[in-house]
């Protein structure tokens, strides 16, 4: 791994925990900050009930104020179409159900487990294929901590441990530190993976601390953001991105592919220009999950294998993420072709 300057906490700007207790959760307040009106959105009031809204700050720093069809908005925002019955769209469109073998762990793909480190997010993405996942159901005491870690322990297939939840990076990095210590001394563990969204949504969660602490892992580390539309990316934090990079984290991205967010060429393109000069490699575009609320993000397959065709006449392979979908009970995900 290599070295990174060490600096003290202590000048972190600002603390990510402090962001995140400051988070919007009533959509009146949000819509306040952005100069917007609730007149000028289709907002419902049972979508918040079904799924509470949850918008920290600095994401709603990058949206445009006074815009109801903000990208990063739309991508948060508690709507009417949400309650809509729509025929084909479940609350575990990935199965998971099955695959949730025991508590905490999620065991889909061969070599690779998932451990459900966390039941919380920074953020409540509206068009998220878990958001209506039994988390509490999964909330792990420390003897089934244990217990998870010894499905891992017991099972010498499995390489790489995916941190996922919820957000793994909600644990305070002294409960990483213990977890990771943990994982590290499983022997045929190689790999560690975290899905996360929270260095994007509070960026100030990329804290000196977290990256010495991946920096000094003796696994292989990869961080897979959830990062939509090229907004969601600014200048003043590339520091961050590129320290976390330093510390020999491989950053890779999984967008999904969103009506009204980013089902245009020019979003799509400019996302993956955006991505890659941030030292993240675009790496899925997914098509959505067919999760009960989210239909109305819906792209149908014709036209994401037609943007898809049409981003590799304008930028290089290397910036031409795989256009995938996911299929319950399939033990790995599906590559459309273009
Ligand atoms: S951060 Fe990830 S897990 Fe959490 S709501 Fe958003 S998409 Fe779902």
Redesign the pocket.
């Given at each position: 791994m290599s070295i990174i300057t060490r600096t003290s906490d202590a000048v972190e700007p600002q603390d990510w925990r402090q962001l995140l207790a400051g988070s919007f959760r009533q959509a009146s307040e949000l819509l306040h900050y952005l100069n917007l009106q609730p007149a000028d959105v289709e907002l419902s009031e049972q979508a918040c009930r079904d799924f509470p809204l949850l918008v920290p700050r600095p994401f709603a720093d990058r949206m445009q104020k006074g815009n109801p069809q903000d990208p990063l908005l739309l991508q948060v925002l508690p709507q009417q179409a949400e309650t809509l019955e729509v025929t084909g769209y479940i609350t575990d469109p990935l199965a998971e159900k099955h695959a949730n073998i025991q508590q905490g762990i999620i065991h889909k793909y061969h070599g690779r487990v998932l451990l459900l480190a966390a039941s919380g997010?920074a953020?409540?993405?509206r068009y998220?294929f878990?958001?209506h996942f039994p988390y509490q159901d999964n909330r792990l005491s420390r003897k089934q901590w244990q217990q998870a870690l010894d499905y891992i322990r017991n099972d010498n297939s499995i390489e790489e441990v995916i941190l996922s939840?919820?957000?793994p990076l909600m644990l305070q990095d002294e409960h990483l530190q213990q977890l990771l210590q943990q994982i590290e001394a499983i022997p045929h563990v190689r790999r560690l993976r975290i899905h996360s969204?929270l260095p994007v949504v509070i960026p100030q969660r990329i804290t000196t601390a977290l990256c010495h602490m991946l920096a000094d892992s003796r696994l292989a580390v990869s961080c897979v953001l959830?990062i939509n539309h090229a907004n969601e990316l600014s200048e003043n934090d590339l520091f961050r991105f590129k320290q976390l990079q330093h510390s020999g984290v491989v950053l890779l991205n999984q967008a999904v592919l969103l009506k009204q967010v980013n089902d245009s060429l020019r979003d799509l393109s400019e996302l993956n220009k955006q991505l890659f000069e941030f030292g993240i490699v675009p790496y899925y575009l997914h098509l959505l999950d067919p999760v009960k609320g989210a239909a109305h993000y819906d792209v149908p397959e014709s036209q994401a294998r037609h943007l898809h065709q049409q981003l590799q006449q304008i930028l290089p392979g290397y910036l031409i993420p795989r256009l995938v979908r996911e299929e319950g009970g399939k033990r790995h995900k599906t590559l459309l072709p273009s």
């Open positions: 997010c953020v409540n993405c998220c878990r958001r939840g919820g957000d969204r959830h």
